[in-house]
């Protein structure tokens, strides 16, 4: 099992920043994909960035040279960071922090593991 745990969130206005913060507990591998998603209200909820345990990252065309996602430490990932600059209005959301680890028990196939998420507004 894993637990994550984000914090961060907050009110903010446009054109701000404000970091999120995934704490990892319980099982963890070095081995893991860790990303951030969010959903607006009525919105289905989407991928923001995702790094992996080499560092690869990956972003979506929306948060691009705005959102960083980064690791504190790339042996374990025990906390994994969202920073976000020049914030808009558009990015008011439930940010969740999601992980995938490798299964114990179906070798080949992958475990996920979500947080509660943190809220994030953003005023114009």
């Known amino acids: 099992q894993v637990q994550l745990a984000e914090s961060g969130g907050g009110l903010v206005q446009a054109g701000g920043s404000l970091r999120l913060s995934c704490a990892a507990s319980?099982?963890?591998?070095?081995?893991?994909?860790t990303s951030w998603y969010r959903q607006a209200p009525g919105n289905q909820r989407e991928l923001v960035a995702a790094?992996?345990?080499?560092?690869?990252?990956?972003?979506a065309d929306s948060v691009k040279g705005r959102f960083t996602i980064s690791r504190d430490n790339p042996r374990n990932m025990n906390i994994v960071y969202l920073q976000m600059n020049s914030l808009k209005p558009e990015d008011t959301a439930v940010y969740y922090c999601?992980?995938?680890?490798?299964?114990?028990?179906?070798?080949?196939?992958?475990?996920?593991?979500w947080g509660q998420g943190t809220r994030v507004t953003v005023s114009s």
């Open positions: 999601h992980r995938q680890v490798p299964s114990l028990s179906y070798p080949g196939a992958w475990e996920d593991y």
């Open positions: 319980g099982r963890i591998l070095a081995f893991n994909v």
């Open positions: 790094i992996t345990s080499r560092g690869v990252t990956n972003y």
